[in-house]
């Protein structure tokens, strides 16, 4: 408990600016992570975890006979000189596959863009701008023998399941190299849940190399209301693929929302482990996490982004327009890409 203590006081908990401005953040429409191969990815996460094909949430509610979902096929992928403005890929062409998750009020999509160069690089968890998805399920055991079936590679130190405050998790990576934590639900989230399906709650995760950083651009520019901070066990820290070293979490939601956000940061040993490599993601490289995000007052929004130095991934950070909203991307201190959507009225 000393040890905790001490931690806990070294990294001191954060405080983010004080907010001057109504936020515009309402929500979010979906968590998006590029993948290098929409048909090997999808896979992973139906026959695993039991996450289905989804409409858009653009896309209005489908007709009565309207056919079941399906993945576009590579060669019906097409450019859009308007998503090419958006995303910076001219010349590229690109298809989505939105999927849902029970018990998930928002949307997990798969982007994929063809050619154009893309890095592979598979994300260590302290490498700032890794994120992972945090999926709360019924029975985990399950779950892994699943994933064994599958060969999925493993990140926890050990190879199975540990013991943390959260409940028993595994971390693992995805056919794309992505991370996945797996962790438990409690019999109370489990009665709790609104729906059947193995996952009972969805959260996410961002790797930071800077907290208070960080914190400036999710709550102070956002409006992302901050929890607790709090220093990670012996067990999350193997959770995490680390032996030894410090970890710190600090907990946001999305406002609008109960949607949880954790922001992570890392001291990792030196010599044991391949130091941080900081991710500075384009869009069409695998792996690539992305926020979705609904806003109001775009223009004020962007201004503001502007103003306090943000980079943008959009063309001259110029919203694009189509009938059911505009559209920009922006981006986080640690590489991360987040866009701003501001349905049509």
Do not use: C
Request: aromatic share 8%; charged share 20%.
């Amino acid at each position: 408990m000393l040890a905790l203590i001490t931690l806990a006081s070294a990294f001191a908990q954060p405080r983010a600016p004080g907010l001057v401005h109504p936020t515009e953040v309402r929500g979010i429409y979906n968590w998006v992570r590029t993948t290098g191969d929409a048909e090997r990815a999808f896979p992973f996460y139906r026959d695993v975890l039991g996450i289905e094909l989804a409409r858009s949430p653009f896309a209005g509610p489908a007709a009565a006979n309207a056919p079941a979902e399906q993945i576009r096929t590579k060669s019906a992928a097409r450019s859009d000189p308007l998503v090419a403005n958006l995303t910076n890929t001219p010349g590229a062409r690109f298809r989505t596959v939105f999927t849902h998750a029970s018990n998930t009020p928002f949307g997990l999509e798969l982007s994929e863009f063809f050619d154009i160069p893309r890095s592979e690089r598979a994300a260590n968890p302290w490498d700032p701008g890794a994120a992972k998805l945090i999926f709360r399920v019924r029975d985990l055991t399950a779950v892994i023998a699943g994933l064994r079936t599958r060969a999925t590679p493993v990140v926890t130190l050990g190879g199975g399941p540990l013991d943390t405050p959260a409940g028993r998790s595994l971390l693992v990576r995805d056919p794309d190299g992505s991370l996945v934590q797996l962790t438990q639900a409690s019999a109370a989230e489990i009665a709790g849940a609104k729906s059947d399906g193995q996952i009972v709650d969805t959260a996410i995760w961002i790797s930071v190399a800077d907290m208070q950083a960080a914190l400036a651009f999710y709550s102070g520019l956002l409006g992302f209301t901050v929890h607790e901070a709090r220093a990670a066990t012996a067990a999350e820290l193997r959770l995490n693929g680390l032996a030894g070293g410090e970890l710190l979490e600090t907990r946001t939601t999305i406002p609008g929302t109960a949607v949880s956000v954790v922001l992570a940061s890392f001291r990792v040993p030196a010599g044991r482990v391949p130091s941080p490599n900081a991710f500075r993601w384009r869009i069409q490289d695998v792996g690539a996490p992305q926020f979705q995000l609904e806003v109001t007052g775009l223009d004020a929004l962007l201004e503001r982004t502007t103003r306090a130095g943000y980079r943008f991934l959009s063309v001259d950070a110029n919203p694009i327009e189509r009938p059911f909203g505009r559209f920009v991307f922006a981006i986080d201190p640690n590489g991360v890409l987040v866009e701003f959507v501001e349905p049509a009225r």
